[in-house]
């Protein structure tokens, strides 16, 4: 950030991907159990070093009865098709911005969660989920929730660029939840999909018990309320958006939509102490007039979508089951992009089955208010590319497809009831099915 031209901005391209899993590796990372008030949440914390070796990864289970994907049959974080030569070039441009390390020099922190964007989102392909949570937390009161604003609430940020910055959960807050990163892959048709397509689905008829509402947001970009359709809260609508506010509240970087640095725990003094960099500090690049979300922003634009696996007779005998269910009446499998100035993400089928909208999951709800999504409602995650992620569930506690079936609540209680009551041979043939997706 901040750099002085385009082509400085670029020669710390070599070595990025390096850097990018080393920062990966020494930071705090995998499944974490409960946290309780006003524990530190993971120990490193500071600017990584180099060199660091990364952690090995557990192969995946062998038991397909578990529900555990195979082996991914077509490589991810690659283009859309039909992007025009230009569009490419945005889109390479983009990555390597996705990829870069950021420095404090450049504006990183003084509070963070990492300091690239592949560090959280690399499963798979560049773009992917993967295991690194993050710390949300409040206070709850007679199911009134107050996100502890004025104490740095509700995101925590683990890392720091001075261990006299450290964030920790405070001890007021008695409701912590944890968040992984959600998969990029096919973004930019999501994006491009009507809001008034969104819409209609709280119109359509459902079964008894299962509602479901959209989100709506204030767009920093566009100044206008429109439908969210990113994070697990569906809280934010535009992909510009949503790389703004990770670059501020993931990296510590401000920028032209979110210019107001985090203060740690809301301790502006300490934040005066520590924060060396002027605001903004992603400026905006004479050149193509563009900033480094905006980079960003393009890279997840153009990611295709996940490819689809095999068909095979379980994995169709599978899909008829899913639907039996009613999973489909959320996990809606596809919609369709409206006009677009991109010709491949105009009018295009997405096949992302999801409907959405925000939905009460019971107990499986974070516990967190945000924006318009209550406590016990979360977004209906999208399902295509489910075979290539290391866990699932927003929390990441399953650890196979079956578990995550089994975890759910609230209005999905009875589809879970009857997943549950299938034959092992029916059960297998829906796990078979969602394995293609």
Not at 28 to 38: A, E, L
Not at 150 to 176: C, F, H
Not at 342 to 364: N, P, Q, R, T
Not at 416 to 427: G, I, Q, T
């Amino acid at each position: 950030m901040s750099m002085p031209s385009f082509v400085g901005r670029r020669v710390i391209v070599v070595g990025c991907l390096v850097a990018a899993t080393a920062a990966f590796a020494q930071g705090p990372r995998g499944p974490q159990g409960p946290q309780g008030p006003g524990q530190p949440p993971r120990a490193p914390v500071g600017v990584p070093g180099p060199g660091a070796n990364p952690a090995p990864v557990a192969p995946p289970a062998a038991n397909p009865n578990q529900g555990r994907p195979g082996p991914q049959l077509n490589p991810l974080g690659q283009p859309l098709a039909g992007l025009t030569a230009a569009q490419l070039a945005a889109f390479n441009e983009g990555g390597v911005e996705f990829r870069k390390v950021e420095t404090v020099a450049g504006g990183l922190g003084p509070i963070f969660n990492d300091v690239s964007c592949v560090a959280c989102h690399s499963a798979g392909g560049v773009g992917g989920a993967s295991r690194t949570t993050v710390t949300r937390f409040g206070r709850t009161v007679d199911g009134v929730f107050d996100a502890l604003e004025s104490q740095g609430g509700s995101l925590l940020q683990v890392r720091s660029i001075n261990r006299g910055l450290r964030e920790v959960v405070p001890t007021e807050a008695n409701t912590v939840a944890r968040r992984v990163t959600t998969p990029l892959f096919g973004a930019g048709l999501i994006e491009a999909i009507p809001d008034s397509t969104i819409t209609l689905g709280t119109l359509r008829a459902k079964p008894a018990g299962i509602a479901g509402k959209v989100s709506v947001v204030r767009d920093v970009v566009s100044g206008v309320n429109r439908i969210g359709r990113f994070g697990w809260k569906a809280q934010q609508a535009t992909l510009l958006a949503f790389s703004g506010d990770a670059y501020v509240n993931e990296m510590g970087i401000t920028n032209r939509f979110f210019p107001t640095e985090n203060a740690p725990n809301g301790n502006v003094e300490l934040l005066a102490r520590f924060d060396r960099v002027a605001d903004v500090e992603d400026e905006i690049d004479p050149v193509d007039g563009k900033a480094d979300m905006d980079r960003a922003a393009d890279f997840m634009r153009l990611l295709a979508p996940p490819p689809r696996g095999p068909a095979t007779a379980s994995s169709v005998a599978g899909e008829a089951i899913f639907a039996r269910l009613d999973c489909a009446v959320c996990h809606t499998p596809t919609m369709r992009t409206g006009r677009h100035p991109i010709a491949a993400l105009s009018g295009k089928e997405v096949g992302l089955y999801s409907d959405l909208l925000l939905h009460d999951m019971g107990a499986l709800g974070d516990g967190i208010v945000q924006g318009t999504a209550g406590a016990r409602e979360m977004r209906t995650a999208p399902l295509w590319g489910l075979r290539s992620r290391p866990t699932w569930l927003h929390d990441g506690r399953a650890n196979t497809v079956d578990q995550a079936v089994r975890g759910h609540g609230g209005e999905a209680q009875s589809s879970r009831d009857r997943y549950a009551a299938l034959s092992a041979a029916e059960r297998q043939q829906l796990l078979d099915f969602l394995n293609t997706l």
